[in-house]
């Protein structure tokens, strides 16, 4: 049986790979209820909405949101592709998510083990627990790709 985090992860990477066929750098995220029910999805397209803010994670958060008709979403779980950056942990704070699971560390934008370490910090008054590492080759792998065909 899989695990629960392989299981969403392996939807995030299906959005990854969406997003990367439309152009966009390719990361998915997904949010998840408490009791397992997908709340809301989303892939990166800035370009394509002419966003700077339309990243995974936002758009999956506003997703979950509207569907709940709730802009908190305490005891949901966000899954990514990809370390988040300070926007998207920002914006998790704010919708008061829970638990954030992500693949591959981002090494350049990353805001929770690669560069800031914002979850790790005290000041705020909402705690997110969080785990790296999950299906994070495959992660890896799409990026590199990705990148690869761009250079």
């Known amino acids: 049986m899989t695990h629960p985090h392989e299981y969403w992860m392996q939807h995030t990477l299906d ?13 998915g995220a997904v949010v998840v209820s408490s009791e397992g029910e997908l709340l809301g ?17 936002v758009m999956a958060l506003r997703a979950a949101a509207s569907k709940l008709g709730n802009y908190r979403l305490p005891g949901c779980t ?7 950056c300070t926007m998207c942990v920002g914006a ?27 979850l790790d910090e005290g000041e705020f008054n909402h705690r997110i627990t969080w785990e790296g590492g999950v299906l994070a080759e495959r992660s890896s792998e799409l990026m590199k790709i990705f990148f690869r065909q761009r250079r």
Request: proline content about 9%; charged content about 15%.
């Open 41 to 57: 999805s989303g892939f990166n397209q800035p370009i394509l909405s002419h966003d700077p803010t339309a990243h995974a994670e």
């Open 78 to 84: 966000l899954y990514v592709t990809i370390e988040p």
């Open 92 to 118: 998790m704070m704010h919708a008061r998510i829970s638990h954030l699971v992500f693949g591959a560390p981002e090494p350049r934008f990353g805001a929770v083990i690669s560069g800031l370490r914002l």
């Open 15 to 27: 959005l990854a790979a969406h997003a990367a066929a439309e152009g966009e750098v390719p990361v």
